[in-house]
Every structure is written in structure tokens, then in C-alpha cells.
């Protein structure tokens, strides 16, 4: 059953300014980045007018509120992503939020994992397991990593309509896997892959985990216990927060033996003239001086998830808005869906093409109609080669619980607008 909510309605329109501001415009690209709410752009104004100092330089007051305001936050994150009930953490009383770490974004943070953790287990001959699926963030940092060591990339491949099987996972995870990453979302077939099997048949085997969350942060509670992550990334501005600002999560003790990927400022305990001591995590992997307000407004937007709206209301709504999304694109003949048919598959992404017309078509006379949607291959490659796409592009729909049904009454008249341009 689907959830019977009126989705005219849109009670979280006016929280946004752009979206408030721009009633002409339907937005259906919050995959590649989102809106934000007013609470977050004034969260970064209320920075830069109330506290601003560079963090961890300073001894005065204003400096060390600074830093105390982005240290909570890091608990926050700890807490947002259930890193806090990690069992090393409530059996040792220690700080899970020393587990989060601040990076520019989702990519910066799985290049870490890639150039700093990888080169520490894996060997010539040793594999890394990824899914065909991934976006290139989480997919060249591999390639790179396999390269320089000697390790090959086992691809882990779906059905059409992006399942994973559990025959798939038995066949390419195995005695030689070292790692395995996968995209807890994907950003072209919008299916939620299996994390926690895949985690549980990489731990069998004594392989690590690295899950790339930023498709999934918007749509779904993260757990990274539940999910069997040993690494977990995501990008602030896919989930209303600003640009720039990424995290990386990882199990402690794995975290403590990586060298830094970045040396310079703010990342070392003591300095001479031959050599440096790095500082503890977090701060090692945190050289330079980062972006404070954008993390001081990553809290406004967990908070805005969390307590204003929650994940509750955002599932429903999302699912109403994904079902009638899909029942409306499958009235139309000249509209292939790809990946899966059943709207349930779909965590805020559908894919589609619009036969014998290419995608940048699509969506340039989508734009002139008021609708943003993506198109091209969606740093996923790969994956559009694998399913033998046409053009190896395609058009991306995507919404939030900030959408309402006439985004999509819109999106549904401009296509049939570009089916009449080419054969009206
Ligand atoms: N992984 C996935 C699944 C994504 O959708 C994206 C963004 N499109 C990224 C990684 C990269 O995120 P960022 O550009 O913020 O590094």
C-alpha cells in the first residue's frame, strides 16, 4: 500500500527561500545537491556574525567558542549516524564524536579511506569488491588504490532492475576480498543496496567495509552499526546542509593507524626541523583551516531532519510523492523507466530515458518549462555501459519530502512537451 497523504499540500515549501522564492520552478534534481532551509543559511550567517575566529588557533573566548560550536556538532554527526553506540564506546565510556571526521566531501572523504587506509591491507593479488553501480567517488579512488598495489576491483553486478542477489554477493566476496564498497544508495536506479549483507559476508572473511552514504542520507535513518560499516561517508549539501562540507566516519582503532592524506596546519602534536608528530584523531586528517560556518550549519540541517521534520514524516511523504511520480511516468509509452518498475525501489531517484531523444534534449526543454532534472551519465559510467544504455546517458528525476505534486504535474506536462517538439 501506498501512503495516502495529500501531497498538494506542501507544508515544508516555506522553510526554503529559493523554493519559496521560486514557485515557478519545479526542482527535481536534490541528488546531485539539495535545497536548504532558512535555518541552515542563517545558522552559517549567525557563524560568521556571533563567533567568528578560527577554531583550535586561538585562546581567547571567541576562538574557543568557535571551536566548542563545531565540536558539537561532531557529536551530533556521532549521534546522527548511531556511530555513539558503537560497543567501544559504551564499554570504554570514549568519545565516539573523536570518530567523525570533517573533510570538504563525499569524495575527499572516500579518497582517505582510499589512499590512506587501503595501501595498509591490501597486497598484489588481494581484491577490492565494489558494485557496478557506484558513482565514480567510490569507484576511481579504488581503481587508484588497485593500481598502485597490485589488488584488482571484483564487480559486484545487479539485475536490470538493480538487484543485488545473494548468489552475486557468495560469488565475488571471498577469501581474497580485503575491502568492499559499496553506495548505500544509488544515484541513477535509486535502490538501496544490501549494506548489511555485503558487510556481513566481508566481515566472514575478514574484509573492511566502506559505505558511500550520500545518496542515502536525505531519504533514510543512517546506522552505521546496523549497516555493518567500518567506514562510512556522506556530503553535507546532499542533506540540506551547505556545500563544502563532508564526513567521514570510521571505526576507531582503524582510524588511529592511517597516516594523514593532507599534512600542514592544525594536524600535528609537535613539529622540528627533521620530522612532525601527527595529532590524535580527528584532528590528523583535518590540515588547514576548514570550513567552520558550513559545519556549524551541518547541525542546523541534522537538526532541521531530525527535529523538525523527522525521518518519519520525510519516508512517508517521500514515498507518496516517489508512487505517484512513477504512476504518472508509466502513462506515457514514449518513457522507459530504468531499474526497477516498483516505485518501493525508488529512495527519492528514477531514472528514465525518453525514446530516440537524446537526454540533453530532454532536459534543456524541461528547463525552458520551469523543471530541473539532470542528464548525462551521472558520474556513473560503468553502470550505463553495463545496462547498455542508449548514448550511455540518461535523464534523472529526483525529489525530497519538499516536493509536492505539482513538481510533478509540471515535470509530467513538460515531458510530454518534449515528445511533441520532436513528433507533434
Ligand atoms: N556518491 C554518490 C552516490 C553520489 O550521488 C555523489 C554525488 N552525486 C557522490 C558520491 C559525490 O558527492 P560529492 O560530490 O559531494 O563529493
Known amino acids: 500500500a501506498w501512503p495516502k497523504i495529500d501531497i498538494a499540500k506542501n507544508p515544508y515549501k516555506a522553510d526554503f527561500p529559493l523554493l519559496a522564492a521560486r514557485p515557478d520552478l519545479s526542482f527535481l534534481d536534490s541528488a546531485a545537491t539539495s535545497q536548504r532551509p532558512a535555518s541552515v543559511l542563517d545558522a552559517q550567517r549567525h557563524f560568521y556574525e556571533s563567533m ?13 567558542e568557535a571551536t566548542e560550536a563545531i565540536e558539537k556538532v561532531r557529536t551530533q554527526v556521532a549521534r546522527f549516524i548511531g556511530a555513539d553506540t ?49 558513482h565514480h567517488s567510490n569507484l576511481i579512488p579504488w581503481q587508484e588504490v588497485a593500481r598502485k598495489t597490485g589488488a584488482h576491483l571484483v564487480y559486484l553486478r545487479p539485475s536490470a532492475t538493480g538487484e543485488l542477489s545473494a548468489q552475486e554477493i557468495a560469488e565475488k566476496i571471498g577469501k581474497r576480498t580485503k575491502i568492499v564498497a559499496v553506495g548505500h544508495v544509488s544515484n541513477v536506479m535509486g535502490v538501496e543496496n544490501p549494506v548489511a549483507a555485503l558487510a556481513c559476508a566481508a566481515h566472514k572473511h575478514g574484509a573492511y567495509v566502506v559505505v558511500d552514504a550520500a545518496q542515502s542520507v ?87 531532519i531530525t527535529d523538525e521534520v523527522g525521518y518519519e514524516s520525510i519516508q512517508t511523504r517521500e514515498r507518496a510523492l516517489v508512487h505517484y511520480l512513477m504512476s504518472r511516468m508509466v502513462e506515457l509509452p514514449f518513457v522507459d523507466i530504468i531499474g526497477s518498475i516498483y516505485w518501493d525501489r525508488h529512495h527519492g531517484v528514477v ?3 525518453v525514446q530516440g531523444i537524446h537526454p540533453h534534449d530532454v532536459a534543456s526543454i524541461l528547463d525552458a518549462e520551469g523543471v530541473c532534472i539532470r542528464a548525462g551519465h551521472h558520474c556513473a559510467q560503468p553502470l550505463l555501459a553495463w545496462l547498455q544504455v542508449e548514448h550511455r546517458a540518461c535523464c534523472r528525476a529526483s525529489l525530497a519530502f519538499y516536493n509536492d505534486a505539482r513538481d510533478i504535474d509540471a515535470f509530467i506536462a513538460g515531458l510530454k512537451k518534449v515528445w511533441e517538439v520532436f513528433h507533434g
Open 52 to 64: 567568528n575566529a578560527n577554531p583550535l588557533r586561538g585562546l581567547y573566548s571567541l576562538s574557543v
Open 86 to 134: 558503537a560497543a567501544e564506546h559504551s564499554a570504554s565510556g570514549s568519545d565516539a564524536s573523536r570518530d567523525i571526521i570533517f573533510l570538504r566531501n563525499t569524495s575527499e572523504a572516500l579518497n582517505l579511506v582510499a589512499k590512506s587506509f587501503a595501501p595498509l591491507v591490501l597486497s598484489e593479488g588481494d581484491e577490492i569488491a565494489l558494485t557496478i553501480m557506484e
Open 218 to 304: 536525505l531519504h533514510m535513518p543512517i546506522d552505521v552499526q546496523a549497516l555493518g560499516a567500518d567506514f562510512l561517508a556522506f556530503s553535507a549539501h546532499k542533506a540540506l546542509g551547505p556545500m563544502g562540507v563532508g564526513v567521514l566516519w570510521g571505526r576507531h582503532e582503524l582510524l588511529e593507524r592511517m597516516p594523514p592524506m593532507l599534512t600542514g596546519g592544525e594536524m600535528i602534536d609537535s613539529v622540528t626541523e627533521e620530522a612532525a608528530v601527527w595529532a590524535p584523531v580527528p584532528e590528523k586528517f583535518e590540515a588547514g583551516t576548514q570550513d567552520a560556518a558550513g559545519i556549524y550549519a551541518l547541525g542546523a540541517a541534522l537538526r532541521y
Open 351 to 353: 531514472s528514465f530515458n
